[in-house]
T-cell receptor
Framework: KQEVTQIPAALSVPEGENLVLNCSFT??????LQWFRQDPGKGLTSLLL?????REQTSGRLNASLDKSSGRSTLYIAASQPGDSATYLC???????????FGQGTTLQVKP | DTGVSQNPRHKITKRGQNVTFRCDPI?????LYWYRQTLGQGPEFLTY????????KSRLLSDRFSAERPKGSFSTLEIQRTEQGDSAMYLC?????????????FGPGTRLTVT
């Protein structure tokens, strides 16, 4: 059974700092991995999707990497801003259905 | 705005009542998913449709829950005889095969409170 774990559960950093969020999964037979952002009481916004054949994806100040063999992904946020404060969720898909298995999320606070 | 809409956004109901939620996916997306999220947790998969066919249901989806997607367009999720444990955010997502991936786009969710 696939399990996804995110560490740390919460993180507080000063504005401008670079930071890394971690995601690990138990079954390396994944189809793809998605990182999402969730603001309080809101739905999920897709940030990056990495297909199983890829090693990383970049969008603006965000860079996500994937190491299938070790069951790990990282989300790197450069030059953090207070507007980056949110919960970041990692999710993997495996098999044909595409259903997502989520971690519990990392809640990030960026202090001005 | 991802293009996926959900209604209502909030629902407060008394225990034992029936509730129905609606999801309108991105129009060209053939896959539609329902997830449930409780406070402080990641979303959990409930069920999945490809076009109008419901192809998978989680064990979380008890017999009080039913979902439909007539004509492969919008979807409804009904909960009968609601219980306090049903209080959660219900999220809908849609996807299609593009560039070899099924990237999922989520709606804003329906927050259910059972009193």
């Amino acid at each position: 059974k696939q399990e996804v774990t995110q560490i740390p559960a919460a993180l507080s950093v000063p504005e401008g700092e670079n930071l890394v969020l971690n995601c690990s999964f138990t079954d390396s037979a994944i189809y793809n991995l998605q990182w999402f952002r969730q603001d309080p009481g809101k739905g999920l916004t897709s940030l990056l999707l990495i297909q199983s054949s890829q090693r990383e994806q970049t969008s603006g100040r965000l860079n996500a990497s994937l190491d299938k063999s070790s069951g790990r992904s990282t989300l790197y946020i450069a030059a953090s801003q207070p507007g980056d404060s949110a919960t970041y969720l990692c999710a993997v898909t495996s098999g044909n259905t595409g259903k997502l298995i989520f971690g519990q999320g990392t809640t990030l606070q960026v202090k001005p | 705005d991802t293009g996926v809409s959900q209604n209502p956004r909030h629902k407060i109901t008394k225990r034992g009542q029936n509730v129905t939620f609606r999801c309108d996916p991105i129009s060209e997306h053939n896959r539609l998913y329902w997830y449930r999220q409780t406070l402080g947790q990641g979303p959990e998969f409930l069920t999945y449709f490809q076009n109008e066919a419901q192809l998978e249901k989680s064990r979380l989806l008890s017999d009080r829950f039913s979902a439909e997607r007539p004509k492969g367009s919008f979807s409804t999720l009904e909960i009968q005889r609601t219980e306090q444990g049903d209080s959660a955010m219900y999220l809908c997502a849609s996807s299609s095969r593009s560039s070899g991936s099924y990237e999922q786009y989520f709606g804003p969710g329906t927050r259910l409170t059972v009193t």
